[in-house]
T-cell receptor, first 111, second 114 residues
Framework: DAKTTQPPSMDCAEGRAANLPCNHSTISGNEYVYWYRQIHSQGPQYIIHGLKNNETNEMASLIITEDRKSSTLILPHATLRDTAVYYCIVRGTGANSKLTFGKGITLSVRP | DTAVSQTPKYLVTQMGNDKSIKCEQNLGHDTMYWYKQDSKKFLKIMFSYNNKELIINETVPNRFSPKSPDKAHLNLHINSLELGDSAVYFC?????????????FGSGTRLTIV
């Protein structure tokens, strides 16, 4: 599975959009981009995933560049409860593919 | 109703002891996992079971032995505990192993070796 690169941390003001970048320049054609988050001391939580097209759900939007080498997770109106570590994961569909977590990006939402 | 439950939540024990962590899921999933999160916060997969069959076994010391009595349970037994085993252990489950969206994680077991 391809590796991802994320900045170690970022912050944003409550109520503003949080844009979390991720680079995955070695992604291959059948690999999906997943985003999970881990709020302090809790288990990771699925947010969203996509292959080529932009995706949106009740939690967030995922914007994938046309060459698929990078993506951005957007939390449209960040709240204090969105403070967490966010993991960008690239995963294939093979039987032995794993959900492999990197270092993630720590998002701090300030009041 | 907790979807993936782990027991105990906290476990403090001495080096050299043998201990078990239990995991149960009530989601009807057929695949279960153990992840380890160390002090540096890296989350690493250890094992994966599908319908009670081991399908992923990362480079984990053989002191760690997972057991899946049925597809709703995946327990982790650790022999001869070492200081480096101190970590938070997360259990997870999914329907099939091919869809990363469907991973549901438990709240973790914090294991401290003294």
């Amino acid at each position: 599975d391809a590796k991802t690169t994320q900045p170690p941390s970022m912050d944003c003001a409550e109520g503003r959009a949080a844009n979390l970048p991720c680079n995955h320049s070695t992604i291959s054609g059948n690999e999906y981009v997943y985003w999970y988050r881990q709020i302090h001391s809790q288990g990771p939580q699925y947010i969203i995933h996509g292959l080529k097209n932009n995706e949106t759900n009740e939690m967030a939007s995922l914007i994938i560049t046309e060459d698929r080498k990078s993506s951005t997770l957007i939390l449209p109106h960040a709240t204090l409860r969105d403070t967490a570590v966010y993991y960008c994961i690239v995963r294939g569909t093979g039987a032995n593919s794993k959900l492999t977590f990197g270092k993630g990006i720590t998002l701090s939402v300030r009041p | 109703d907790t979807a993936v439950s782990q027991t105990p939540k906290y476990l403090v024990t001495q080096m050299g002891n043998d201990k078990s962590i239990k995991c149960e899921q009530n989601l009807g999933h057929d695949t279960m996992y153990w992840y380890k999160q160390d002090s540096k916060k890296f989350l690493k997969i250890m094992f994966s079971y599908n319908n009670k069959e081991l399908i992923i076994n990362e480079t984990v010391p053989n002191r760690f032995s997972p057991k899946s009595p049925d597809k709703a349970h995946l327990n982790l037994h650790i022999n001869s505990l070492e200081l480096g085993d101190s970590a938070v252990y997360f259990c997870a489950s999914s329907q099939g192993s091919l869809d990363g969206r469907g991973y549901t994680f438990g709240s973790g077991t914090r294991l401290t070796i003294v």
